[in-house]
């Protein structure tokens, strides 16, 4: 072994041995909580900023996080909490052990049994137990996972309460946390005996060494048009629990329809990956969005995003004889179907009930009599309508502001979920 070999082998080993002072993390949070941002000239590079650039590399270095090694043990007594890909990622032992315990005001016993984690979320596990007995009216709900660099909201989870009526068995999703990350404080809620709610936290040591390793994360880049924008996927993160493409769209009428976003799936070895759910969030560039998928299949063959559906939008220009409506629907565009089932004139106004696919939303809506237009004042009073053939409908009255007899319905246009099976290529890599 060369000078050069020796002389890099030993350093190597004093970083790894390297910890930071036990009030780094503190100092660290006080200074990112407190902190403004200020412009510096682009030419002048602050020795004091070189100086933080080298800190925070000792302490990423110090802190010694490796996301491909991880281990843990089983959590037990979630078999009927926990299904698929969780219960099979159980069974192999992925779980953290956790066991912190909290009595609360009610004395009910909390105890945070184990905890899951990979780069796409925070799996809590968890168990209450009261002799006097439980119910799911006891509003207990989950907000956040904080901790250093940490602010998880609580995505969605599920939960069972024995036959017996005194304890829970519980699973809550999470947003990611940071791997730099030493504790998290849980935080919740529940309604005490007198029904006053109570907000509470719970603390417990995490060691990001035992989160499961990221499975691929790369960048698509890809763009696909719609009628009204167009929709970028910008990567894709796989982990052991969950599959999540994120993107940007740039739709408007992507509120039009109710979650465009299930329209698209991902298919991985030529089978079509459950979907899990997604959502969005708006801003002044745009609509971010995430779409969660199952895990995927091991070994990895091939993988692709297909738009299957997505908001579309069809200029009808259509007028409909409200005299010769019968029972049959109208044809609309693209086999979507119209129901008039009751045209009505009251002192306040006209009102038309009428039913549509779920997913159809009419646009421009008038009706007219005797040359008279007069537009869609709102809609009422919104229920599902079932057919014969078990087809359900989206039933509902529209409002206009005119006493007339209407003669004729008026529709512009039709928002709806188009079928545009356009497929994007995902290289493995």
């Known amino acids: 072994m060369s000078n050069i070999e020796k002389r890099l082998e030993e350093e190597k080993k004093r970083l790894d041995n390297m910890t930071a002072p036990e009030e780094l993390e503190a100092r660290l949070r006080g200074a990112l909580e407190n902190r403004t941002t200020v412009k510096k000239p682009k ?8 100086a933080a650039v080298a ?14 090694a991880y281990y843990g043990k089983k959590l037990f007594g979630f078999d009927e909490v926990i299904t698929g890909t969780l219960k099979e990622l159980n069974e192999e032992e992925m779980g953290q052990i956790i066991d912190k315990q909290k009595q609360l005001a009610d004395g009910t016993m909390f105890t945070v049994d184990g905890i899951m984690t990979d780069a796409n979320q925070l ?24 901790g250093f660099l940490t602010n998880s909201i609580a995505v969605g989870g599920q939960s069972l309460l024995n036959e017996e009526e005194n304890e829970i068995k519980g699973m809550m999703s999470f947003e990611h946390v940071s791997p730099f990350s030493k504790e998290l404080t849980l935080q919740f809620s529940y309604q005490s005996l007198n029904g006053q709610t109570i907000e509470d936290t719970i603390s417990f040591p995490y060691n990001p060494n035992q989160a499961m390793q990221t499975e691929i994360k790369q960048s698509i880049r890809k763009t696909v048009n719609v009628d009204q924008g167009k929709v970028t996927f910008h990567s894709i993160t796989a982990t052991p629990t969950m599959t999540v493409i994120d993107g940007k769209l740039q739709v408007d009428n992507f509120d039009r329809v109710n979650y465009a976003l299930g329209g698209i799936d991902l298919v991985a070895n030529d089978e079509v990956v459950q979907q899990l759910g997604g959502g969005s969030t708006s801003s002044i560039r745009g609509i971010n969005f995430d779409i969660r998928f199952d895990a995927l299949p091991q070994p990895l063959q091939s993988l692709e995003l297909v738009m299957k559906q997505f908001v579309g939008y ?11 409506t019968g029972e049959n629907p109208i044809s ?5 179907l119209l129901w008039i089932t009751d045209v009505s004139t009251t002192t306040t106004g006209t009102e038309i009930t009428i039913a549509t696919e779920d997913d159809v939303m009419l646009d421009g809506v008038s009706i007219k009599a005797r040359d008279k237009i007069t537009e869609l004042r709102t809609i009422v009073n919104q229920t599902e309508l079932k057919l014969d053939d078990g087809t359900i409908l989206k039933q509902r009255t529209l409002l206009f502001d005119t006493v007339g007899e209407p003669e004729l319905l008026v529709i512009e246009g039709m928002h709806y979920m188009k079928r545009y099976n356009k497929t994007i290529v995902i290289p493995i890599k």
């Open 43 to 50: 030419r002048k590079t602050p020795l004091f900023g070189a």
């Open 314 to 324: 069809e200029k009808l220009d259509q007028t409909i004889n409200l005299a010769k």
């Open 55 to 68: 800190l925070l590399f000792m302490v990423i270095v110090g802190y010694h996080y490796n996301g491909f």
């Open 123 to 146: 799996i809590l596990y968890y168990t209450l137990t009261n002799p006097n007995g439980l119910s799911y009216d006891d509003h207990f709900r989950f907000y956040r996972m904080t």
């Open 332 to 336: 609309l565009f693209d086999g979507k």
